[in-house]
C-alpha cells in the first residue's frame, strides 16, 4: 500500500475491482476489494484515478505556422481523464477476511465515468481517501429524514449501513430522480404513488427503512420533486416532526430548494453538496463556498468543500440562506 501521507484517516491504494454493474439507464455501480482502508463517513468521498495508471507515451504533432495541428476522430475519441475525479463513498463493509469492500456509483456523463463504466473484475482503481467530513448523526431520539435526488443518493445509501448498525428505527428515506429509468436503487416492492413512506429499497447491510420515491414524470412512485414528498411527510405527522434533522444531497437548485421548505418547516438540515474538485485535498482550491463566519468583518469566508465539507450545516452556507431564491 503506497500511502500519501502517515495519517490513519487518509490513504492511496490501488483496489482490486469485484464488479461492475449497470444499477439503471445511465448510472453503474462499481465495487472494489482492499486490503485495508480507514473507517469512513457516510458524506465523505473518494478521488478516483479514471484511467489505468500506466499511461503510455505521449503522441506529439506537427504545429504549422499558419494554422492549427489537424487532430483526428481518434485522437479525441482516446482521450483520457488527467485529473481524479470525486465520487461519494456509495458502501464500505469489511468481510470475515479482513479485506475491505468499497462501493461508489457513477453517472457515465464523461471520459472519466466512461472509463468507469468499462472496468472488469480484476481491473486495478487507484484512489485517494476517504476525504472531507460526512454526515453528523444527531442522538438516537430524533428523528432523521435522508432526501436525495438523482447522483446525490449514493452516500444516502450508505448513510442507510451507518444507521442500522446503530439501530435507529425513526428514519425516512425520500429519494427521486426524473423517470423511473434514471432511478439508481434497487426496487424490491413497488413505491407508494400517494407518497406514502413503505419498505420497497433494499439498502446494504439488511437495513429496512420506510421510503418514499419521487418522480418528475409519474412513472415510478409519486408524480413530483422530493422536496414535494418531503413537505406531504411533514403535514401527515406535524406534532412527530418538530425535531427532525434532514440530510440532504442532490444537484445544486434541489439543495436550495431543501433549504427553502426545510427552513419554512423548522427543521434543522444538513446539505452534501457537490462542487468540482481538482485534488480532493483542499490544494487546488477548486472547490470554493461560501461560509458564514462572524469573526470576518464580511460575516463570511471561502470554505473548501472537499476539506470543510461537502457536508454543511444549512445555515453555516451563505448561498443557501434565507435570502437565497430557488
Known sequence: MDKVADEKTMCAIDARVVSCTPICREHVVVEMALPGFPTSEAGQF????????????????????????????????????FL???????????????????????????????WL????????????????????????DVPLVLLGGGVGIPPLIYLT?????????DVTVIIGARTRE????????????????????????????????????????????????????????????????????????????AAVLTRELGLACQLCIERNMGCGLGTCLSCVVRARDDKQPQGWRWALACSDGPVFERDDLLDYGPDVGV
Open 84 to 114: 481524479r475525479r470525486p465520487f461519494s463513498i456509495a458502501d464500505q463493509w469489511t468481510t470475515r477476511d479482513g479485506s475491505v469492500h468499497l462501493c461508489v456509483m457513477a453517472r457515465v456523463v464523461g471520459t472519466g465515468t466512461r
Open 46 to 81: 473518494v478521488q478516483l484515478l479514471c484511467r489505468s495508471a500506466h499511461v503510455a507515451e505521449p503522441t506529439g504533432c506537427d504545429w504549422p505556422p499558419d494554422g492549427f495541428p489537424s487532430l483526428s476522430d481518434k485522437d479525441l475519441r482516446d482521450r483520457q481523464a
Open 117 to 140: 463504466a468499462q472496468l472488469q473484475p480484476g481491473d486495478t482503481l487507484n484512489l485517494t481517501g476517504p476525504l472531507g467530513r460526512g454526515f453528523r448523526i444527531p442522538p438516537p
Open 182 to 257: 434514471l432511478l439508481p436503487v434497487r426496487l424490491i416492492d413497488k413505491p407508494d404513488e400517494d407518497g406514502r413512506p413503505c419498505a420497497c429499497v433494499k439498502y446494504p447491510g439488511g437495513g429496512r427503512f420506510d421510503t418514499i420515491v419521487a418522480s418528475d414524470d409519474g412513472s415510478v412512485g409519486m408524480r413530483g420533486l422530493v422536496t414535494d414528498a418531503l413537505r406531504a411527510w411533514h403535514e401527515r405527522r406535524p406534532s412527530r416532526n418538530q425535531n427532525a434533522v434532514v440530510c440532504a444531497c442532490g444537484p445544486a437548485g434541489m439543495l436550495k430548494a
Open 161 to 169: 449501513r451507518r444507521l442500522s448498525e446503530l439501530g435507529r428505527r
